[in-house]
């Protein structure tokens, strides 16, 4: 059985955001507490005891305590039950958390070259020494099994492909340390259970939806989906940014082309948006676009949300 939890649900900033004052963000903070979320990364595991996490997010410290299946063992002095990061990209938002797990303790950080290269360039990662945390490269529709500690199978099969989407932030205009081949900047994930079979998709980051696309993700289970903004445009609407979500990478929740139109009709069982800004009108439980969202059988999670497959 896999199991699979939502630590985190919104996009980078989080919900409230730090220095935000627009509509969701105010609530979040006055009102309608429940409205508040962490940074997008989710934890799976095939035998409840093991666990990786695809991204670690800058909030990882804070979703670590508020998760008690990713607390230490009773009576072990050191332990964590995490055997794995798994990075789909190099933004802020999927790597930061790294810093939170220096401690010593063991791990495995799977990610492709080119995210690879950034943490390889940028030495505050040096602080997770490899004698405890090797860094395994992953490759385009190469499957691969994440090992526990010790080195023997989890039972989990991960299958990365490329999917449309831009490189870090931070890097744009910049020389990129994993040179100037973009793909790989951008990964989705077919993350299976190997004893049943049973799978989901992982795409935090998806700037459009190819016929290819329609056609891997049809008949899933489950899918977690790029769901950053509402419309391409909001940010630059609501006098909160100059990007278009397009400009991000990022696919809108609306429109002909949008996430919710591309996947319909796919006969997905389970649609969970993820990497949630907080300019989404979406994100209010009682707007018209929250209720399109569901209308249309999406879901937009809880920080904690325990989904099993
Ligand atoms: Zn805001």
């Not at 940074?39 to 410290?61: C, E, K, M, T, Y």
């Not at 490269?137 to 490329?162: K, Q, V």
Request: aromatic fraction near 6%; hydrophobic fraction near 40%.
């Amino acid at each position: 059985m896999l199991r699979v939890v939502v630590l985190g649900a919104a996009a980078g900033g989080g919900v409230p955001q730090w220095n935000c004052g627009c509509p969701v963000c105010r609530k979040a903070r006055t009102e309608h507490p429940e409205l508040q979320s962490t940074q997008a990364s989710i934890a799976v595991s095939a035998d409840g005891d093991h666990w990786f996490l695809i991204n670690a997010s800058p909030d990882l410290r804070q979703q670590l305590i508020a998760t008690p299946q990713l607390h230490p063992k009773a009576g072990e002095l050191r332990h964590s039950p995490i055997s794995g990061v798994i990075l789909t990209n190099g933004e802020v938002d999927a790597v930061a958390g790294l810093l939170s797990m220096r401690e010593g303790w063991p791990f495995t950080i799977y990610a492709h070259e080119r995210v690879l290269a950034i943490l390889r360039d940028n030495s505050i990662f040096n602080v997770l020494n490899e004698k405890n945390v090797q860094r395994r490269p992953i490759e385009i529709n190469a499957a691969f099994e994440p090992t526990l500690p010790g080195g023997s199978p989890s039972g989990i099969e991960i299958l990365p492909f490329a999917v449309p989407g831009k490189g870090a932030w931070y890097l744009e205009g910049k020389v990129h340390p994993g040179g100037t081949d973009g793909a790989g900047d951008t990964l989705g994930l077919r993350v299976s259970d190997k004893a049943t079979g049973k799978y989901f998709y992982f795409l935090a980051a998806c700037a459009g939806v190819t016929d290819d696309l329609k056609a891997r993700l049809a008949g899933a289970s489950l899918v977690f989906f790029d769901g950053t903004v509402w419309r391409d445009d909001e940010l630059i609407a609501a006098g909160l940014g100059t990007k278009t979500g397009q400009g991000m990478g990022h696919i809108a929740m609306s429109g002909d082309t949008g996430a919710i139109e591309s996947l319909a009709g796919l006969d997905i069982d389970r649609k969970v948006f993820l990497h949630i800004n907080n300019s989404n009108p979406a994100l209010l439980h009682a707007s018209p676009e929250r209720k399109m969202v569901e209308r249309a059988g999406w879901q937009i999670p809880a920080d904690g949300t325990e989904i099993t497959l």
